[in-house]
Every structure is written in C-alpha cells, then in structure tokens.
C-alpha cells in the first residue's frame, strides 16, 4: 500500500506512451528513418520537461519522497563515453524497436514478443552490474 501512489504513477506513464503511439514500433521506425516528426516532438517535450523539472528542483531546493535532498553532481566533460553509450543505446532501440519506458509498456500492452526484449534488457543490466567496476566512470 505504500507504493501505491508510484503504481498510479507509473500506470499514468504507460496510458501516455500508448496515447502519444510512443510505444509504436511503427513511429520509432519512422523517427529512425527521419520520416516524421512525431517521436522527435515526443523526445523534445520530455527534455524540455526534464529541464524544467531540474530547475525547479535547484531553485527550490525540492526534497525525494523520504525526506533527502536530491543532488545533482557535475559530470565529466568527456564526450567519447557518452556517444558509445548513446550509439549502444540507440543501436538496442532501433533492433527492437523500443526502449525502456515503451518496452515494459508493450508487455502490458499485450505484445508478448516484447518479453524478448525486456529479458535482455534484463540481462544487459545484470551484465553492466558485473562489470561496471572495470568500465571507466
């Protein structure tokens, strides 16, 4: 009961990626082929929300839902990391046709074949674990 609020939450998420068709194979192939707009008018207002949202954490110093301040640490100006992460990332997106968010709301869409692609994820993540102490941070 008391993540109930997170369960509504994350069930509000999954209606908006189905409404917005962002769990759409079919758009992400679009994006991908730089067809249509639509999935880049998605990313766009989720960065432009993301930013906000950051702003107004620092601004008024916003506290998680335990009560701790959310800190924001300065990253690291190298950009090689991040273009291998987003090649992966986006490599991973564009074979499955979906990433994380959209992925889990697939399953729950009834597209059992997205199962595939939540396993791996799983697995993808589990190896990261592993090795994460010999990847450069």
Same mark, same amino acid.
């Given at each position: 009961?008391?993540?109930?609020?997170?369960?509504?939450?994350? @069930?509000? *998420?999954?209606?908006?990626? =189905?409404?917005?068709?962002?769990? @759409? %194979?079919?758009?992400?192939?679009?994006?991908?082929?730089?067809?249509?707009?639509?999935?880049?008018?998605?990313?766009?207002? =989720?960065?432009?929300?993301?930013?906000?949202?950051? =702003?107004?954490?620092?601004?008024? /110093?916003?506290?998680? !839902?335990?009560?701790? +301040?959310?800190?924001? /640490?300065?990253?690291?100006?190298?950009?090689?990391?991040?273009?291998?992460?987003?090649?992966?990332?986006?490599?991973? %997106? =564009?074979?499955?046709?979906?990433? +994380?968010? +959209?992925?889990?709301? /697939?399953?729950? !869409?009834? *597209?059992?074949?997205?199962?595939?692609?939540?396993?791996?994820?799983?697995?993808?993540? !589990?190896? !990261?674990?592993?090795?994460? /102490?010999?990847? +450069?941070?």
């Amino acid at each position: 009961m008391k993540f109930i609020k997170f369960l509504l939450l994350g @069930s509000l *998420f999954g209606i908006l990626m =189905a409404k917005s068709e962002a769990i @759409s %194979w079919f758009r992400i192939q679009e994006m991908f082929r730089f067809q249509s707009f639509h999935m880049y008018g998605i990313i766009g207002t =989720a960065v432009i929300l993301g930013v906000a949202g950051v =702003a107004l954490i620092k601004k008024f /110093n916003i506290r998680d !839902y335990q009560g701790n +301040p959310i800190l924001f /640490n300065p990253k690291d100006k190298s950009t090689t990391r991040y273009l291998a992460g987003g090649f992966i990332f986006g490599l991973g %997106w =564009a074979l499955s046709g979906a990433c +994380p968010g +959209p992925m889990v709301v /697939n399953v729950g !869409y009834g *597209f059992l074949t997205m199962i595939i692609v939540f396993f791996f994820a799983l697995v993808g993540t !589990y190896l !990261y674990g592993v090795i994460k /102490n010999q990847l +450069p941070h």
